[in-house]
């Protein structure tokens, strides 16, 4: 076998792999339906006995070439694009969890999770435990009960920047005999590959650093194809029994290894249809072109910016997992020793007033509910995102009501800089 490609050459080769005489770069199929010769093949495409594509809300060419480059790049094994990060993240834990059944999630993850989980998915009658990241094995094994599903982490958190132990995490989750879902939006697999850790599944918001440029919402989830469902059976009944909507098919038992993505498209995604469209997907590939050259620099940009912050009387605090001394710096390196993500949080000596009076005078930097791409930006989350949470949900999710949470882009570092010196200065 050849040796396996580097994930520099997957961001620009992989997914669309033209046969003679198709086009180089990857085609926008903009096409809801499918057209087939014989009603009887249409069927089979129907139950699922023959690959194809008939309706784009199932499946759709450009989004399934951009789907299996980033599940190279996370080395996986099947994955799917949806409509935005809420989405994947949603059918991520819907797909295995039903009314009845519990999960556990931890407790600093992206506020919209957050919501998703304990306030949206709780009216559908499916139970969330949040638990401090930095729990011990003890602390973890405590939360689980005989109806619990799966876990879900962040590998950075967004914003508090937390790193999560991913091998403690899956430990956990793997004595319980569940998967461990990793959203990987803040690292991404240039920085870090939850799967080679233990994760089992992997979510992303491709709307942050995959897109990269703040043009469009998506969202994707990958499977390891490394969980043992049938070793699990009673849990997984939904992989593992028959599913009466397929004529009986068995996931598990046709699907292998392609078991959970096959289930959430045709299930999750045929009846809640948060289809990602093939104008977007062909964006979002144009992004993942340039992400192993883009990462590096908002890493490097990054850490000069927190150095800065760091130096300065009238910064508090500084949480950056990249600055040597941040509480997570050690995790960090191990899990991802080449960079971790463009985003700082800090806070300013005069609180949540003097963040608000900074934001203002900044130039450069934009305040926009974004995160993650080409432009740095900045948002107050106690103000914005997480305006929903009381000053106690903030404290537990991790965010401080004086944090800023500051993006930093791919512009020249020394004016950043110079942009937070004139807007703490002037
Ligand atoms: C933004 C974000 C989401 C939500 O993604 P959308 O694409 O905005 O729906 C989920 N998780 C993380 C870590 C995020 O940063």
Redesign the pocket.
Known sequence: MSKKRSIETTCIQGGWHPENGEARVLPIYQSTTFKYSTSEQMGRLFDLEENGYFYTRLANPTNDAVAEKICEMEGGAAAMLTS???AA?FYSVFNICSAGDHFICAATV?G??SNLFTVTMKKMGIEVTLVDPDSTEEELDAAFRPNTKCVFG?SIA?PALVVLDIEKFARAAHRHGVPLIV?N??ATPINCRPFEWGADIVTH?T??YMDGHAMS???CIVDSGNFDWEAHKDKFPGLTEPDASYHGVVYTEKFGKGAYITKATAQVMRDLGSIQAPMNAFLLNVGLETLHLRVPRHCENALKVAEYLKSREDVAWVNYPGLEGDRYYQLAQKYMPNGTCGVISFGLKGGREAAGVFMDKLKLAAIVTH?ADARTCVLHPASHTHRQLTDEQLTEAGVDPSMIRFSVGIENADDIIEDIRQALED
Do not use: A, R
């Open positions: 935005s990060g809420q993240n992206y919209g999770t962040e967004n959203d939006t803040f918001s709307t942050k919402v998506g969202g995160v």
